[in-house]
Every structure is written in structure tokens, then in C-alpha cells.
């Protein structure tokens, strides 16, 4: 769950503005996104919050609220946080402590509120001026505790307790980030083992999700693989020289970097395969696995992305076989690892660790989404092109001819062309969705899967496709300036989230 956007508060935004100034400024940029319904869902999504469970709600002096986890600020920041906090995870918000100064501006914050909002006043007169407007007051309630420690198993212990109440105070935010709430939910939320083969038997219809996602997973490692082996090997198949009418040779002979030209789509292509591969096996087994319905939610937001794309041949007029049933026999292993959300968590809570090494894996964290929505945007200029123009400028350099040509050696070439490309920006974004998705939502300390599920995406869509540029001599720096900013984010928010993600950690005891 993405904390990176405290991350400038004591950087250099903070020696521009001042700490305070940075800080409310934050604050006021998630106030002005969250305060209108598309900007609440994207902040949502994007922090990591989803609907928290029902064991955590409850009522407070005598008003209901949907999670006993809130923030308790000063009046001064009391409009900003009543629109910015909900997104993220707070179920209520306190203000306190409240004089008959500050009655206005508590007014004003609570008509735009979606929680429950809470006053603690310091005198009655100025209760009875807020009683119209606040949910109700928390002066003498003992179940409500207010911590000032980021620590989230302390915060947890707390709000596992009978109709406890845990109201964090803004420096909690500022040093543990946004995604605390999140956190503490997690680590205030019970949770058993994983089921085996014995616990649900041999009949498929009994299987977990995870294990139909894993299966997906494999099947596209697969047939990646095999993309690449075809590729390196005969490069066309009976139905790509049924569909041509022509052979190998005879492309070779129209234009001697034409096959170079193919193999290096192809290549590109298959290791985008087993890139998507190795996120959906991470997925799977890391995050279904373990019950987190965010690891479900970017499967099913990846797949939704990926699969449709097959229906690119309507525009292209080549439908690949192979692809076709890849895609048949897959996209049912799909659909039941998705039809159901987790219910059950199966992880247990760990420690933050040391502050420097968290906030190093922040801004990794940060240079991975930053490259996944590169990524996505890459992949959908591919699209895009493959199924319009079909080459761009530095193509054409290469293959030495114009599109007009190449349409001369065969009417069928430039769809056929154009079908491998619309294909490849098509996976690109499906690829880039779970990477996106897996680098904003799964950020946790010791959590190793989510860095080697990333590093072996990384490594599989990034390296075939610097080595068969290297290999047919298609180098031109425009062209591979995208893939080469890629892998530099990449390596470089891998390398400073290492330590955070692979931590050795000891689980704490769940609630």
C-alpha cells in the first residue's frame, strides 16, 4: 500500500515549504481528490483500502460506524481530513479539542463528511453549538484510545478489544504514512491456516481460487516459453505460411531484416508472456493464497485487460490459432479463480523495522508504480499502432522500406504484422496493470514474494527484449530509450526495497 506521498514531508518539499506547510499541503491535495466519488475510488484504490471487515464495526456514543479506526485532529485540519482520511481507511473522525472559536470551522468540515465525525469539547456551551452538527461527542468514553505511536500492533491489540476505539493522531500518519490504516485492520483481523489437498479433496469443483490463479499462471509461463522456442526455431508456423502464402525463404528474400523484424515482435512478446506468467504465480500463491483480497482484485483487473485482447484479430483479420486456444483453455482457470473474493485471511502481522530502511522502500515502491503506469502507457500506444499505422518511423529505418513496400510482397504481410504487435501492446498492459497494482497494494515488510515475483517479471519482459534487439542490430536510442528508463526505475526500486521486502521477520501473534 503505497505510503510514498508523505515521503517529500521531510525531503525537499519540506525544506521548500516547511515541515507544517508540506504536510497540510499533502493533506489538502488528498482533500481536493477525495472530496468528488471518482477521486475517492481512485484513492482508495490506490492506498489499499477496501471494505474492512465486519468484525471491526461498531457504534460510538450511539452512532454507527462501519470501522472503529479513525484520526483525531485539530480543528485547523479538520476540512481536510474529513474528505481526505474515508478513502483511505478511516472509519470516523475526531476533532478535539474544540472551543467556541473553532464552532464555524467544525461546522463547515462536518457538512462535507462521508464517516461519522466526533467533537471533544472543552466546554459545554460549545457542545450544544455542535450538537446539530457532530455524530456525537467522545469527552468521557474510555473505550476510545488515541495513539501517537505509528506502532501498528499496538494500535491492533487496542482495537481488538470489546468495542475499542483507536483514533491516531496526525503525526502518526506523517511517520508511518497513509497505508498505517490499512495496516492495522490487517493485523486486527483473525486468521487460520491455509487449506490442504487432504482438507478439500481431488475434486476440482472443491479447489481454492489460488490454485486455478496458479494454474494460469503456469500455463502462461508455458506458453511464453513456447512463443520463444517457435520463435528461435522455425519462426512461422504451418497456418502463419497458410496465411502469408509464403515461406521463410521467400520473406527472407523480400527483405533480408523482415524475419530479424518478425523474431524481434515475437521474442518481445513471449517474454511479456512469461513476465505476465510470473506475476499471476506470485499472485496466486502470495496473495490469494493468503486470503488478501487486494491480490485478487489486481488477478482479475490484469486478466480483464488481457484476455479481450484476443479480439484485436477483428481489426488485424488474423486470428492465430495457437493464441486462440491458449486463451480458451486459460480463460476458464481464469473465471474460477476470480468468481469468488477471498474470505478468509491467512497472514500474520510483522513489525515495521528500522524507519530508514522503510522509507528507502517507499521510493522504491514508488519508481515501481511509476513504471508500471509507464508500462501501461507504453502498451497502449503499441495497441494503438498495431492497429492502425502498424510501424513507426524508426521501424521502417530499420526494415529499410516503407509500409507501401512491404504491402507489395504480400496484401496479407502488414496485418499479419500488425496482429503480432496489437497482440504484444495488449499484453504490456496487462502485465503493466499487475505491476502496477501488486507495487502500490502489496508493500509490506517481509513479504518477499511481492520483490521476487517482481524481479522475475522484470527480468523475463526486460532482458529478451535488450538481447534480440542487441542480436538483429535494431539499437536505435529512441526506440529502446522506453525499455532502458524501464529496467533503471525498475533495478534501481527493487535494489531499495529489498531490504524492507525480504526482510527475515518474526510474525507477530494474530488477534
Do not use: K
Given at each position: 500500500?503505497?505510503?510514498?506521498?508523505?515521503?517529500?514531508?521531510?525531503?525537499?518539499?519540506?525544506?521548500?515549504?516547511?515541515?507544517?506547510?508540506?504536510?497540510?499541503?499533502?493533506?489538502?491535495?488528498?482533500?481536493?481528490?477525495?472530496?468528488?466519488?471518482?477521486?475517492?475510488?481512485?484513492?482508495?484504490?490506490?492506498?489499499?483500502?477496501?471494505?474492512?471487515?465486519?468484525?471491526?464495526?461498531?457504534?460510538?456514543?450511539?452512532?454507527?460506524?462501519?470501522?472503529?479506526?479513525?484520526?483525531?485532529?485539530?480543528?485547523?485540519?479538520?476540512?481536510?481530513?474529513?474528505?481526505?482520511?474515508?478513502?483511505?481507511?478511516?472509519?470516523?473522525?475526531?476533532?478535539?479539542?474544540?472551543?467556541?472559536?473553532?464552532?464555524?470551522?467544525?461546522?463547515?468540515?462536518?457538512?462535507?463528511?462521508?464517516?461519522?465525525?466526533?467533537?471533544?469539547?472543552?466546554?459545554?456551551?460549545?457542545?450544544?453549538?455542535?450538537?446539530?452538527?457532530?455524530?456525537?461527542?467522545?469527552?468521557?468514553?474510555?473505550?476510545?484510545?488515541?495513539?501517537?505511536?505509528?506502532?501498528?500492533?499496538?494500535?491492533?491489540?487496542?482495537?481488538?478489544?470489546?468495542?475499542?476505539?483507536?483514533?491516531?493522531?496526525?503525526?502518526?500518519?506523517?511517520?508511518?504514512?497513509?497505508?498505517?490504516?490499512?495496516?492495522?485492520?490487517?493485523?486486527?483481523?483473525?486468521?487460520?491456516?491455509?487449506?490442504?489437498?487432504?482438507?478439500?479433496?481431488?475434486?476440482?469443483?472443491?479447489?481454492?481460487?489460488?490454485?486455478?490463479?496458479?494454474?494460469?499462471?503456469?500455463?502462461?509461463?508455458?506458453?511464453?516459453?513456447?512463443?520463444?522456442?517457435?520463435?528461435?526455431?522455425?519462426?512461422?508456423?504451418?497456418?502463419?505460411?497458410?496465411?502469408?502464402?509464403?515461406?521463410?525463404?521467400?520473406?527472407?528474400?523480400?527483405?533480408?531484416?523482415?524475419?530479424?523484424?518478425?523474431?524481434?515482435?515475437?521474442?518481445?512478446?513471449?517474454?511479456?508472456?512469461?513476465?505476465?506468467?510470473?506475476?499471476?504465480?506470485?499472485?496466486?500463491?502470495?496473495?490469494?493464497?493468503?486470503?488478501?483480497?487486494?491480490?485478487?482484485?489486481?488477478?482479475?483487473?490484469?486478466?480483464?485487460?488481457?484476455?479481450?485482447?484476443?479480439?484485436?484479430?477483428?481489426?488485424?483479420?488474423?486470428?492465430?490459432?495457437?493464441?486462440?486456444?491458449?486463451?480458451?483453455?486459460?480463460?476458464?482457470?481464469?473465471?474460477?479463480?476470480?468468481?469468488?473474493?477471498?474470505?478468509?485471511?491467512?497472514?500474520?502481522?510483522?513489525?515495521?523495522?528500522?524507519?530508514?530502511?522503510?522509507?528507502?522502500?517507499?521510493?522504491?515502491?514508488?519508481?515501481?508504480?511509476?513504471?508500471?503506469?509507464?508500462?501501461?502507457?507504453?502498451?497502449?500506444?503499441?495497441?494503438?499502432?498495431?492497429?492502425?499505422?502498424?510501424?513507426?518511423?524508426?521501424?521502417?529505418?530499420?526494415?529499410?522500406?516503407?509500409?507501401?513496400?512491404?504491402?507489395?510482397?504480400?496484401?496479407?504481410?502488414?496485418?499479419?504484422?500488425?496482429?503480432?504487435?496489437?497482440?504484444?501492446?495488449?499484453?504490456?498492459?496487462?502485465?503493466?496493470?499487475?505491476?502496477?497494482?501488486?507495487?502500490?497494494?502489496?508493500?509490506?515488510?517481509?513479504?518477499?514474494?511481492?520483490?521476487?515475483?517482481?524481479?522475475?517479471?522484470a527480468a523475463a519482459g526486460f532482458l529478451p527484449a535488450v538481447v534480440v534487439h542487441g542480436v538483429i542490430h535494431y539499437t536505435d536510442f529512441v526506440h529502446l530509450a522506453p525499455v532502458h528508463f524501464g529496467i533503471a526505475t525498475t533495478t534501481t526500486g527493487l535494489l531499495l526495497a529489498r531490504p524492507y521486502l525480504c526482510a527475515r521477520v518474526r510474525a507477530?501473534?494474530?488477534?
Amino acid at each position: 500500500m503505497p505510503d510514498w506521498t508523505y515521503v517529500p514531508l521531510r525531503g525537499p518539499a519540506a525544506a521548500l515549504l516547511g515541515e507544517r506547510r508540506s504536510q497540510r499541503t499533502a493533506l489538502r491535495l488528498l482533500a481536493s481528490i477525495g472530496s468528488r466519488p471518482a477521486g475517492a475510488r481512485l484513492i482508495a484504490r490506490a492506498f489499499g483500502h477496501r471494505h474492512p471487515p465486519r468484525h471491526l464495526a461498531g457504534e460510538i456514543a450511539g452512532a454507527p460506524v462501519t470501522v472503529r479506526l479513525g484520526l483525531s485532529v485539530p480543528p485547523a485540519h479538520a476540512r481536510e481530513a474529513v474528505r481526505a482520511m474515508p478513502p483511505l481507511g478511516a472509519g470516523v473522525i475526531e476533532v478535539a479539542p474544540v472551543s467556541a472559536a473553532d464552532v464555524p470551522t467544525v461546522r463547515e468540515a462536518a457538512a462535507g463528511r462521508s464517516v461519522p465525525l466526533f467533537v471533544r469539547a472543552r466546554d459545554p456551551e460549545t457542545a450544544a453549538a455542535l450538537a446539530p452538527y457532530a455524530d456525537g461527542f467522545t469527552d468521557d468514553d474510555p473505550r476510545v484510545v488515541r495513539v501517537s505511536d505509528p506502532s501498528v500492533t499496538a494500535a491492533a491489540a487496542a482495537l481488538r478489544e470489546p468495542g475499542g476505539v483507536v483514533l491516531a493522531r496526525p503525526q502518526v500518519l506523517v511517520t508511518a504514512g497513509p497505508g498505517w490504516f490499512a495496516r492495522v485492520t490487517e493485523a486486527a483481523t483473525p486468521t487460520e491456516p491455509a487449506p490442504s489437498l487432504r482438507d478439500v479433496g481431488r475434486d476440482p469443483r472443491r479447489w481454492p481460487a489460488w490454485w486455478w490463479a496458479l494454474l494460469v499462471g503456469l500455463g502462461m509461463t508455458g506458453a511464453g516459453l513456447g512463443a520463444a522456442a517457435i520463435t528461435l526455431g522455425p519462426v512461422l508456423l504451418w497456418y502463419d505460411r497458410d496465411y502469408l502464402g509464403m515461406t521463410l525463404h521467400e520473406l527472407h528474400a523480400a527483405n533480408h531484416h523482415l524475419v530479424h523484424f518478425l523474431q524481434h515482435d515475437r521474442i518481445t512478446m513471449a517474454g511479456t508472456m512469461v513476465a505476465i506468467g510470473a506475476l499471476y504465480t506470485g499472485l496466486a500463491v502470495g496473495g490469494i493464497r493468503r486470503g488478501r483480497s487486494w491480490a485478487r482484485e489486481a488477478y482479475l483487473l490484469s486478466g480483464a485487460i488481457g484476455f479481450p485482447t484476443l479480439f484485436y484479430f477483428l481489426a488485424t483479420g488474423f486470428v492465430e490459432p495457437l493464441h486462440t486456444a491458449t486463451a480458451v483453455v486459460l480463460f476458464p482457470m481464469f473465471v474460477a479463480a476470480v468468481r469468488r473474493a477471498p474470505r478468509t485471511p491467512r497472514w500474520r502481522p510483522v513489525p515495521e523495522g528500522p524507519e530508514a530502511e522503510r522509507r528507502r522502500a517507499l521510493l522504491g515502491q514508488l519508481l515501481l508504480v511509476v513504471t508500471g503506469a509507464g508500462l501501461f502507457a507504453g502498451g497502449a500506444v503499441i495497441s494503438v499502432i498495431g492497429l492502425t499505422g502498424v510501424f513507426v518511423p524508426t521501424d521502417l529505418a530499420f526494415l529499410g522500406t516503407g509500409a507501401q513496400a512491404l504491402e507489395t510482397v504480400s496484401p496479407r504481410l502488414v496485418p499479419f504484422i500488425a496482429h503480432d504487435r496489437a497482440g504484444f501492446g495488449g499484453a504490456l498492459m496487462a502485465a503493466a496493470v499487475a505491476i502496477l497494482l501488486l507495487s502500490a497494494w502489496g508493500w509490506r515488510r517481509g513479504e518477499a514474494w511481492v520483490w521476487w515475483t517482481l524481479a522475475a517479471a522484470a527480468a523475463a519482459g526486460f532482458l529478451p527484449a535488450v538481447v534480440v534487439h542487441g542480436v538483429i542490430h535494431y539499437t536505435d536510442f529512441v526506440h529502446l530509450a522506453p525499455v532502458h528508463f524501464g529496467i533503471a526505475t525498475t533495478t534501481t526500486g527493487l535494489l531499495l526495497a529489498r531490504p524492507y521486502l525480504c526482510a527475515r521477520v518474526r510474525a507477530e501473534p494474530a488477534g
